[in-house]
């Protein structure tokens, strides 16, 4: 079963007096409890894709189904509670309010929502207890390592129970034991919880990680391919 389903999708953006195509009609369809890599070089239109996906964008052209709905055509607000109730995002630069605590960042996209602060907190809680950094909760990101923000920032994507979680290079800021810490713990919620996860990657450890990978040059899908035997990712020995 897909739970977000791209058909047609260009995305065009004014320079000057000309129109760019960041993605040229691209079709695909991500399917439930997989983890999904899209790659391709600087300026490929990838990011634009996964900000399509995410209800961030809308497509000029096209359609973007999410658990079925034609979100195309939500307006402003309506693609805002989707992606606060239904859509994780875990971002390259972490994005931690950087005056609030572990807990208070993972818990805020609750609070937002209008959830008590009680058990908003009760939620980030055992969150950031699942990707193992609880003992952290009442740490600043100041007061954090790279690998221990981004862990962070996976609580505060898992906190609202999406149906679907995007990274936009997730590790991109990471040491390769970070790295391979934090896509250890993305892999082990798809394979041990069935969640879905799409990542936009550079690197090709990374996307070897993914049950599928799609490639994306100048807007188009270029290749698809599919992994099913995935390159283990190295255990750091205080993991």
């Known amino acids: 079963m897909g739970i977000i389903e791209a058909v047609g999708v260009t995305k065009s953006f004014a320079s000057g007096p000309m129109h760019v195509d960041a993605v040229r009609g691209i079709d695909l369809t991500v399917r439930e409890g997989e983890m999904l890599a899209i790659v391709g070089p600087s300026g490929s239109g990838k990011s634009t894709l996964l900000n399509l ?5 809308t497509p000029t052209r096209g359609q973007v189904f999410f658990e079925g709905v034609d979100v195309s055509t ?6 805002t509670l989707l992606r606060r109730r239904r859509i994780g995002f875990i971002f390259q630069a972490f994005n931690l309010l950087p005056t ?49 923000q981004q862990r962070v920032a ?9 149906a679907l979680v995007l990274a936009d290079e997730p590790t991109g800021n990471l040491d390769s034991v970070n790295s391979a810490q934090v896509m250890r713990l993305l892999r082990d919620l798809v394979d041990s919880r069935g969640q879905t996860v799409v990542i936009v990657t550079h690197d090709n450890d990374v996307a070897a990680q993914a049950d599928r990978t799609v490639r994306v040059r100048d807007g188009l899908l270029e290749e698809y391919s599919a992994g099913p035997l995935r390159r283990p990712i190295p255990r750091a020995a205080n993991w």
């Open 53 to 57: 996906l995410g209800a961030i964008e």
């Open 74 to 79: 939500y307006n402003d607000t309506e693609r």
């Open 100 to 148: 609030l605590t572990a807990v208070e960042n993972a818990a805020l996209p609750l609070e937002l929502d209008g959830v008590s602060e009680g058990e908003a907190r009760d939620r980030a809680l055992a969150c950031l207890d699942l990707v193992d950094i609880a003992d952290r909760q009442d740490h600043l990101p100041s007061q954090m390592s790279g690998g221990e």
């Open 154 to 162: 996976v609580a505060r994507a898992l906190v609202i129970e999406p």
